[in-house]
């Protein structure tokens, strides 16, 4: 019978590929010097810490549509506390061509990290939604790894914790530059997706979903895309400056304004139509948009 495995520490995923950890809150591993030992019935493991893993070689080149991407000198696959991950796929013995970063969040306590964790939205991507770099990208991943691995050899003193905190954020922040580079290689394929937005956003308020259903959420769309909220939410915003939320929203106000030229329908009755469970949530919400009420703004036209 299969079951989820807690991996509670760092250690525990080291211990899954018989490689041991200098420091009980982070790790960085080259995980082709270990070998994945873990239990036959164990089908799914779910993190408690952050892990960051940098895939090489031809398992880590992903094709979108029919285009390869060039940018194929090693993967970035991101996760998060909380997450589940299935290994069912990995045989025993097996030796990845990866390193590994791995930290709990008890190591940022009382940093500035700890507070802008949230920041890096990348932690919630899926995996196939994971960075792809180039060969420079490599390089300054592999030479941030070394840093945090040299700190962790080091005898442990007062500027250890800052160091190796500050080392990982710098990581975090290029990954950021690294994401925003992919998202302009990919504009092509962006765009298709923006437009597959818009068209799914027409249909819906050309729908009676926002009657049965209320107005639409940010997941709702980027699951009819197949992408993460996450990731679906940081590509609309990087093609419009806006956010997905906003986009939506300039929506709504958009047909609304035109449902105020129609004279037999009331205030109410559009905010219903476009999925307002309340009307007075519709009248602020417009308000805040717009500078009128809905009554005011139907007087002037």
């Known amino acids: ?35 994945w030992v873990t239990q036959e019935n164990t089908e799914t493991v779910r993190y408690h810490f952050y892990g ?20 194929q000198e090693g993967t970035l696959v991101f996760v998060a506390p909380g997450q589940l991950v299935n290994v069912r796929h990995i045989k025993k013995k ?13 190591l940022l306590l009382g940093t500035d990290l700890a507070s802008k964790m949230a920041q890096y939205s990348y932690f919630s991507y899926s995996s196939h939604e994971a960075l792809h770099i180039s060969a420079k990208e490599r390089k300054v991943v592999l ?11 080091q005898n442990l003193d007062k500027h250890s914790k800052k160091l190796i905190v500050t080392t990982i954020a710098l990581f975090l922040d290029y990954c950021m530059r690294f994401y ?22 027409n249909a819906y308020f050309s729908s009676d979903k926002p009657l049965k259903e209320g107005l639409p959420s940010v997941a709702y769309f980027a699951d009819a895309l197949h992408l993460s ?7 609309i915003k990087k093609e419009t400056g806006i956010s997905a939320q906003e986009y939506i929203q300039n929506k709504v106000i958009h047909l609304a304004k035109n449902k105020m030229y129609d004279a037999d329908k009331t205030v109410s009755e559009i905010a219903y139509e476009l999925g307002f469970k309340y009307p007075q949530h519709f009248s602020r919400m417009f308000k805040n948009e717009t500078g009128y009420t809905p009554v005011q703004f139907r007087s002037l036209n």
């Open 143 to 153: 030479s941030l790894l070394e840093k945090i691995q040299f700190e962790l050899e």
């Open 52 to 71: 960051i893993f940098l895939k090489q070689g031809e398992a880590c080149i992903m094709r979108y549509g029919r285009q390869q991407y060039d940018y």
């Open 229 to 235: 909220a996450n990731y679906f939410g940081d590509l």
């Open 94 to 106: 097996f030796k990845p061509s990866s390193h590994a970063l791995l930290f709990h969040p008890d």
């Open 1 to 35: 019978m299969s079951e989820i495995k807690d991996l509670l520490t760092v250690n525990d995923y080291s211990s899954k590929f018989n490689l041991s950890t200098l420091h009980p809150l982070v790790t960085v591993h080259d995980l082709s010097k270990g070998k």
């Open 180 to 201: 925003d580079r992919q998202f302009l290689t990919r504009e092509m394929e962006n765009k298709g997706s923006l437009e597959k937005f818009d068209r799914l956003l």
